[in-house]
């Protein structure tokens, strides 16, 4: 199997992403449906490539966690990867990203809701659909400020997807798993580095949510996404992931940092050829505030209607907004880049792996039925059945 070349055809028929699954044929998703690309993929080739990807380093690591999350150039295309384990054997989710600097022009967006990026404390939520663009969103946000401001940036990701250049403001970006072990510590360790945004990647658990909500009350402005179909969905999201005993604490806390939560969804457009979002705009003004600080997520949709004034904007009237627009960007198309061959990076020095445990010899994995190798549970030797695999493409 030729990775770059499927990778490069996908993208070229207009994929936003590509799935890889021992014994079944490629699937791209171009305009939101998923459609085949070729021929089964043999199981001992998804392997290797699944190996290349992730790199001898983490090899180790997804053996144990039996994923992992990379963003790399594959065949000059910028990706997101996630490499799993399934059923068939291993499996690759692939992400298409773009090269260049991604801003609120480029996306097609607003440029009012640069104004979410004004203040210098507070928090700022970019919620919708997986695969609705919300990591090219908060990174456009984040470049609105980087061009404006002298500002510290600092940036919690998992994985950083896209590297961004230092213009006015000074960037760090940490790589959950990388530069730090967890969200968690992260936060930790950027109220010890100074900054005046932060960005944190997503809000996966309660601990991340109490970190950031702290963190947005002491001074910072914090930028963060969340999975969710509406803006109020999104808030009313973040309170029930606390104990209901103090859930009303967590309600206060979040209306008084609140700035904005944009919601969106991608729409395809034929007659540009291109995908733009299509956003739910809540700003945090003082009846919204009320409302959050109360538990009234019920009364979100009203402020969305009401809040026009102030910067709302309804999913109907920013599509409204969408079919009158005129002044499209629309991206020419983005050329190769090259992967460096080994990053420059210092890494510290780290104390040698212990030599992972393997189970008890077991009765060896049925035959492969049509290059699939079957795995009899999900209590079998990962590491096992990957050298069987191995052993067979031999």
């Not at 936003?16 to 305009?31: F, K, M, N, T, V």
């Not at 009320?290 to 538990?295: D, L, P, T, Y």
């Not at 904007?313 to 020419?332: K, N």
């Amino acid at each position: 199997m030729d990775l770059p070349a499927l990778i490069a055809a996908a993208r070229e028929a207009g994929a936003s992403d590509l799935h890889l699954e021992a014994g079944l044929p490629p699937s791209a998703r171009i305009r939101g449906r998923l459609q085949s690309m070729g021929p089964p993929l043999a199981a001992r080739e998804l392997l290797a490539a699944a190996r290349d990807v992730v790199g001898e380093e983490r090899w180790p690591g997804f053996l144990e966690r039996r994923s992992a999350d990379v963003a790399r150039s594959v065949g000059g295309v910028r990706c997101r990867v996630n490499a799993l384990c399934t059923a068939r054997g291993v499996g690759l989710a692939i992400r298409f990203l773009p090269t260049a600097q991604a801003t609120l022009e480029r996306l097609n967006l607003r440029s009012d809701l640069a104004r979410l990026v004004e203040p210098h404390h507070g928090l700022v939520i970019v919620s919708g659909p997986t695969g609705s663009g919300k990591s090219s969103t908060l990174a456009a946000l984040v470049q609105e400020v980087n061009l404006r401001e002298a500002r510290h940036i600092v940036t919690l990701e998992s994985p950083i997807e896209y590297t961004l250049a230092p213009r006015q403001s000074f960037i760090r970006q940490r790589e959950v798993g990388r530069d730090t072990p967890s969200f968690e510590q992260g936060l930790y360790d950027a109220m010890r580095e100074d900054p005046d945004v932060l960005v944190v990647g997503e809000l996966r658990d309660a601990e991340t949510m109490r970190l950031t909500l702290s963190a947005a009350e002491t001074g910072h402005l914090v930028l963060t996404t969340v999975h969710s179909s509406s803006t109020g969905e999104a808030l009313q999201r973040i309170v029930g992931a606390f104990p209901a005993e103090i859930q009303a604490g967590i309600a206060t806390q979040l209306a008084d940092c609140l700035v904005g939560v944009v919601c969106q969804r991608l729409r395809w457009f034929p007659e540009r050829n291109l995908r733009a979002p299509e956003c739910e705009v809540l700003v945090g003004s003082q009846p919204v505030k009320a409302m959050v600080r109360q538990g009234q997520f019920f009364k979100i949709p009203t402020a969305l209607e009401t809040g026009a004034a102030e910067g709302c904007w309804t999913f109907a009237r920013y599509r409204e907004w969408l079919e009158r627009r005129t002044d499209w960007y629309v991206p020419a198309p983005e050329p190769a880049v090259r992967e460096p061959e080994a990053r420059e990076r210092a890494e510290p020095s780290r104390a040698p792996r212990p030599a992972s445990r393997r189970a008890p010899a077991r009765e060896p994995a049925s035959e492969p039925r049509d290059g699939v190798l079957e795995i009899p549970s999900s209590e079998e030797d990962l590491g096992r059945i990957l050298d069987e695999l191995e052993r067979r493409g031999e």
